[in-house]
């Protein structure tokens, strides 16, 4: 699969401390797994200039305070808090100036966020997905690239997950609704 750098973006979803860090509140060791392969996927983005991005889940300490029904905490407990090392990219990570980084407040990156106007002002019509979780903000970011017309390929061997069922189930269901699923080795950039 290869996919041309002017008009494609690698997005590394949430790969934090809170995930990916055995001190991690939510660590996963899928997740501390997939940092290799999406460090990899993005020295190879890099090394043909195409756009990098990197999600943040990030919650202000009062969001779910006055919710309805949505209330992550509730779900999940206290994790990723504005302002915390868990919050925090994982230091394996090559963050540079020229990368864009979007702070998110739920599992979907385009929910309430500026990714949308960044990739429209870029160009960008194609997303190459990898980070954590699978089935959690990986599938909900994904999703919603699909309905708003991107192509959202997400790499199976570059995500991280709690169980590989999760995983496994998060990859059949993107590519058989809204979106592809590639190895790591067959996505290439021209």
């Known amino acids: 699969m290869e996919l ?7 997005v ?8 990916c860090h ?5 660590y ?3 997740s501390e797994g997939a940092l290799d392969p999406v460090t990899d996927l993005v020295s190879r983005a890099r090394d043909s200039d195409a756009s990098v991005v990197y999600t943040r889940d990030v919650h202000p300490p009062g969001q779910f305070e006055d919710t309805h029904y949505y209330d992550e905490f509730d779900r999940w407990g206290e994790h990723v808090v504005e ?3 868990d919050a925090q990219l994982h230091d394996d990570l090559d963050v540079r100036e020229d990368d864009h980084v979007v702070e ?9 966020t500026d990714l949308e106007g960044y990739l429209d002002a870029h160009g960008i019509r194609d997303l190459v997905i990898c980070g954590t979780l699978a089935n959690v903000c990986v599938l909900h970011t994904a999703g919603s690239a699909g309905l708003r ?3 959202p390929v997400l790499v199976e061997d570059a995500v991280g997950f709690i169980e590989d069922e999760h995983r496994e189930y998060a990859l059949e269901h993107a590519e058989w609704l809204f979106g592809e699923r590639a190895s790591l080795a067959d996505v290439s950039f021209a």
């Open 83 to 85: 302002g915390s090392w």
């Open 149 to 151: 017309d991107y192509r």
């Open 28 to 30: 996963a060791p899928a």
């Open 104 to 112: 998110k407040h739920t599992y979907d990156a385009f929910y309430r």
């Open 12 to 19: 590394v979803v949430d790969m934090q401390n809170g995930f």
């Open 4 to 10: 041309d750098a002017d008009s494609t973006a690698v």
């Open 22 to 26: 055995p001190e991690g509140s939510l």
